[in-house]
């Protein structure tokens, strides 16, 4: 997808940075359109190395290529972070006396400006007058965060966070195709405890989770998101997404059939321990010594967890949902991923099983994601690589095409 995204001079430019990374990440092609006022803040090498694109601010330089027309034209979105106040003006009063701003006049894609300024500037009758108008025309328009501004004042007029802007900005153009759709998405990690200080755990983020869940929601689904020990600064900011926090593979069963209720599809993504401690230890576990040294420590007696996509796929609570699990192999002495995918697939009974095999630059963390989608029967219908969220997009498309017709549905 073809994403402008418009940097205005204010303070928050800044964070611009991470929110076209955030946009690159996902697979788009970002050209970025500066003002003059914006370069002050951000210099044209960053933006420029950031989106592998030229920076232009005015509509003269390049003028063969009429980019404030063609600009314009070709975007599939457009994003203003952060807008501020004199640029909502400009907007709404239709000016075009920079690139930027004759490009908002060209644009017949969809555009959302994020606000940041000044709470006095954000609640003047100009400013107020001026989003009402923009709005009014169909222009998204985010109300800007509560929080710290520049210097030692605080209050409404912060820009929102980039993954709040990303997460809005893009359902502008997702699919709708889970409009009023319930899912159940889990991600993360179980832990099981040892003692109160030690656990028995695994390498899983939660990233490829939560992106099933943003994804989802920017496709009009409501989301349940049942996390276990989510890595810190992954967890979703979207209004239509609840988070579950858990910690054991006893909790996530729990909340994921309490939440599966009333749902059309779950997806179980989350790396769920296989074994737990039979009894955790109320205090810590000392290394113990004898006369000749550390002694060998006490064996520690496991128990088998529920198999909850298996429970998932065998007793569902309504007809017609479908259930997804996710399946991190590797190869060994019996066979490669996709042969113990396949076996696994017939095992568990869910419609669909993502099997990817894991590495150390592959599936878990902050690391590209490569899936081969399974049905029951243990044959490909799909495959997908990319980026998590670009995995989580191909997956949603294969459920929402096994999913019932929303009007057949009793709630």
Known sequence: MRVLLGV?????????????????????????IPTEAA??????????????????????????????????????????????????????????DDLLTATLLTARCPVLLAPAMHTEMWLHPATVANVATLRGRGVVV????????TGADSGRGRLPEPEAIASAALALVA??????????VSAGGTREPLDPVRFLGNRSSGRQGVAL??????????????????????????PQITVVPVETALELRDAVRGAA????AVVMAAAVADFRPVEAAGAKIKKRHTDTGPAEPEPIRLTTNPDILAELATDRPR????????AAETGDGDGDALTHGRAKARRKGADLLAVNEVGDSRGFGDVPNAVTVLDGAGEAVAQAAGTKAEVADALWTQVARRLPPASTIER
């Open 8 to 32: 205005t001079g204010g303070i928050a430019a800044y964070k611009a940075a991470h929110l076209l990374r955030l946009l690159k990440e996902a697979g788009h092609d970002v050209r970025v």
């Open 39 to 96: 370069l002050e803040f951000v210099g044209r090498a960053t933006w420029e190395a950031l989106s592998g694109q030229p920076v232009r601010t005015d509509v003269f330089s390049g003028a063969q290529d009429v980019d404030h027309v063609a600009l314009g034209r070709g975007a599939d979105l457009v994003i203003v972070a952060p807008a501020t106040a004199n640029l909502l003006a400009e907007a709404a009063a239709g000016l075009a």
């Open 142 to 149: 985010l109300d800007p965060d509560d929080g710290r501004l």
């Open 175 to 184: 699919e709708q195709d889970l409009a009023g759709r319930h899912v159940v």
């Open 213 to 238: 869940a943003e994804a989802a929601a920017a496709r009009g689904a409501q989301v349940s998101l049942v996390a276990a020990n989510v890595s810190d600064g992954v967890l979703p900011v979207h």
């Open 261 to 264: 209720r009333d749902a059309d």
């Open 319 to 326: 007809p017609g949902q479908v259930v997804v699990g996710f």
